[in-house]
């Protein structure tokens, strides 16, 4: 039986390379790339395969909506989240979007596989270094969080990525400076930017400013 698998990133080097891991499998097939969220969505639905593969850090929606979304539209199909980063607050939210599985992209060559095959058991795969996260008791600070629902609230407008730009964009970094921190695009920075003066309903930087500060995404001291 062949194995219908999507590759979702926005980078076309990267993936070229999980094309050539991949196809490793005799019974994996790829049958559609997305280099966008929205993509995902639409080749989602078009070709409704066994399982993508999704990247978090995208255009126009990132992974953890597309996966959102996508879950809605084609139930049946399983994604498997890459990321840079080794973050709690991302892989809780990939969780509960939807997704069945987590893997670092530093990791691809010798998890990846496993992890395809895991999750379509219908089995969740988490990346061995952050099964801990999953069972941290919340800190002081997050504990505050949530008597704090109104501002807790307002946070959770943006996501665990956005709230990492809009940092860098209030503490003043330009756009190449926080593609180079974060390894993404000046165009992907570009599209973040925009999301988030969506969202916050932000006319102008010292609006982001502003909610950066009101909301603790950066202090007066940074």
Request: glycine share 4%.
């Amino acid at each position: 039986m062949t194995i219908k698998i999507m590759l979702a990133d926005d980078h076309p080097v990267f993936r070229s390379g999980l094309k050539n891991i991949i196809l490793t499998e005799k019974d994996f097939e790829i049958v559609a790339e997305a280099e966008n969220g929205n993509i995902a969505i639409e080749k989602a639905e078009k070709y409704t395969p066994d399982i993508i593969i999704m990247d978090i850090n995208m255009p126009q929606k990132d992974g953890i909506e597309a996966t959102k979304i996508i879950k809605e539209k084609v139930p049946d199909t399983k994604i498997l989240i890459l990321t840079m980063y080794s973050d709690e607050a991302y892989l809780k939210e990939g969780l509960n979007a939807g997704a069945s599985g987590y893997v670092l992209k530093r990791a691809v060559d010798t998890e990846l596989i496993a992890a395809v095959q895991t999750v379509l058991r219908g089995e969740h795969y988490i990346y061995p270094t952050l099964i801990p996260s999953l069972y941290a008791k919340p800190n002081e600070s997050e504990q505050e969080s949530e008597q704090e629902s109104e501002v807790g609230s307002e946070v959770d407008l943006l996501s665990p990525r956005e709230r990492e730009v809009l940092k860098y964009i209030a503490l003043g970094y330009t756009q190449k400076e926080i593609s180079t921190e974060l390894f993404i695009s000046i165009k992907t920075v570009d599209t973040y930017k925009a999301r988030i003066m969506e969202k916050i309903d932000a006319k102008k930087k010292s609006n982001l400013v502003r909610y950066a500060l009101k909301h603790g995404i950066i202090s007066s001291k940074d």
